[in-house]
């Protein structure tokens, strides 16, 4: 009873927190929340003039909302990229930022989720999808899989962190029986949730495109060289704002680990491109019009290559250490990569494998307006989830947000003296 | 239920009637939040709260016929009959398309769009012609989609017409995330456009393009419907669902031939019981030169091509 009653003084303590901050603190959150609205207008028009008012059709009908929603789990799955050093090697630095790339992992899950709402012609049917209460095609259908083991990933990562906050709220030790299992499954959690999307694709036979053994290990790959480079930036971030203790050396063996997962992410994708152009069947039309353009159809030939060059091109800047351990060019780095997977899964992934399409009909698809707003809206909402998450779980971690203090602090949100240290909340 | 014989026609359904307390609750529970969500006004409750087809009782059936032919003679301002005839004892039909006689004049297409209540706008045709050079073969890398000539059929020219296959093997089946598509026992593959929930992942799996989505509201004029449907088949469909050819399954379970094939001026089109050994359509497969499209993916089609002479 007595912790029950700790839980929902510490939900309504953490929702006071999240309404007060400064004025960037305002506008961040007030240019997120406009996004949104831009993204739920546009949702609006498309609910009621149907998906025509994107750019997909019979022939290409999956694109830029899918093409998201499969980069996202990418991001979501790399949080496992700072839990894996963390737990199995025991190593120090690294276990204090866990929680937030468990939080980076919760908001790239909102948006994955998102995206497959929006993309779904029948969302007033969401229903028939849900276990037990609507009739899931499980284990036929990898969708099905897919709806399963996102959403256990989603609520393992949810109770985790909201576990650790809670008791470090409470200031009592978190129970390490139930924390080390969870965070250990979450491990091959990760590597399912990525896994089973790329089987989402690759079991399709009728696809060449998706249809290579590699397709899953690439998925992993290039998913383990975007994740830790949205955390490696916001690691940065948020030792400057903060007064959360993260040590360069914890930033630059996340860099490391990422220069081997960008060299072999390079490496699979030579040994596809070898494979199609070496054979050369017909299936190689599809990396042709990926890269080349096919019957003068351009339109993602750009895109390929300024994925290639910015993947080329950050691997460089992590693989040499002088420029590893340069802010400057470890920052440009991340942003490249970034650029690298996010152009590859939006554009590289989805398009070419149904372009031309299963009747050898080339239809050249890009975004329309509405899908890129929508696009903007979702991305605003999990940038909002990750914020206010952030905003609660930092004084947390720092130990100014606690129980105690809320009692005797008053109504100021956060509390005056900050002269205390830093205390670690994860295991 | 019976997974190999999942129509309603075996009867009364077990765990139709007996598991409902629990869904119907969960259910109506998440009714409310979706339709605050969705805003969908048109929407009623008893169409929303409506299970897969597969697992109604027959009397929940007849009841959603009713509403459906009410709903439809309101927007269409004439009666409709939406049917649910049922698959025949020891039938399964099978398809084969003569190569050497098809010239590609297209009124398969517009035959199967009339009889099949198709969307005239946005524009959705089930059946697919590719106009093909000699000299290359089946290649459809090399086909013409869009041929517009004068006269048909052209100089060094060959027409493939492509539908659904009503593979034995159906990637679109296997795919389907609810199973609101299945294969009936007489071989056709059907959709219940009320369960759909327009993901298309059946789209990207099937290999013969025979999956078409109202990407938006299907505009049919009263004048061209046609009043004669089946649930499964040709009934006027919503917008955001997937749907495809069914070997016209509101006439082939009435004995007659799809539209397709009644309408083919060359007779390239042969269509019967796969079952009865003296069926035409045993005949092409026993005594004609056979292939399969794509059958390196072992969907094992029931749709033929052969060269008739």
Redesign the interface.
Known sequence: MDSLRNLSRFALDTLRLLLVGNRYYYAWVGFLLALILCGVFAY?GQ?S????I?N????V??GFYIGNFTFLVGVAAAAIMLVIPAYIYDWEPIKEITILGEMLAISALVMCLGF?LV????????????P??????WP?????WD?IVLNLYLLLNWFVVTYLLFCAYTERHYVKAIVLPLVLLSIPMAVSIHTVTAY??N?????PFWNSAILAPRFLASAFCSGPAILLILLQVLRKTTKLRITDEAIFKIAELMAYTMGFNLFLTAAEVFKEFYSGT?HL?FIQYLFFGLKGHTTLVPFAWASILTGLAAFLLFLIPRTRKNWITLNLGCLLIYASVYIEKGMGLIIP??T??????IYEYRPSVTEAFVAAGIFATGFLVFTLMLKAAVPVMLGEFTARRRLGGGSHPEPSDHNHSAREVTP | MNASHPGPCSGSCPGGEGTPG??EF??AA??GM??A????GK?SMEE?LQ??FR?LAKDEIQKILLRLEKEYRAKFGKPVRVGIEEPMQGVVFGYALDLSRCIGCRRCVHACVRENNQSRD?QIQWI?V?EMEKELGV?????N?YYDPAVVPREGHFYMP?QCHQCRRA?CV???????TWQEPDGITVVDYN???????C???????A???????PQLPAAELNTETHYLGNRPRP????EKCTFCIQRTRKGLYPACAEICPTGSRKFGNLMDPKSEIRYVLENKRVFLFKED??TKPKFYYFYGV
Request: charged fraction near 20%; proline fraction near 5%; hydrophobic fraction near 45%.
């Open positions: 609006t609910l003039q149907g998906l025509i994107s997909m059709r019979d022939q009908s999956w497959v993309d779904i012609g029948r969302p007033d049917r969401f229903w028939h999808i849900i037990l209460v609507g009739k899931l095609n036929a259908s990898l969708l099905a709806v989402l694709y079991g399709i036979a009728a696809r017909e039309v494998g149904l031309p399409d299963v009747l050898g009909e | 629990r869904r969960l259910a998440v009714a979706a339709g969500l969705a805003g969908c929407l929303f299970r897969n697992e946005p697919r590719m290649d459809v890398q090399h086909a989609h492509v990637p296997k795919v389907c995330p609810v199973g609101a369960w759909c929930i327009g993901c298309r992942y789209m990207a799996a099937c290999p013969y393009g999956r078409h989505f109202n990407w938006g509201e917008q955001g669902v997937v993916l072992n």
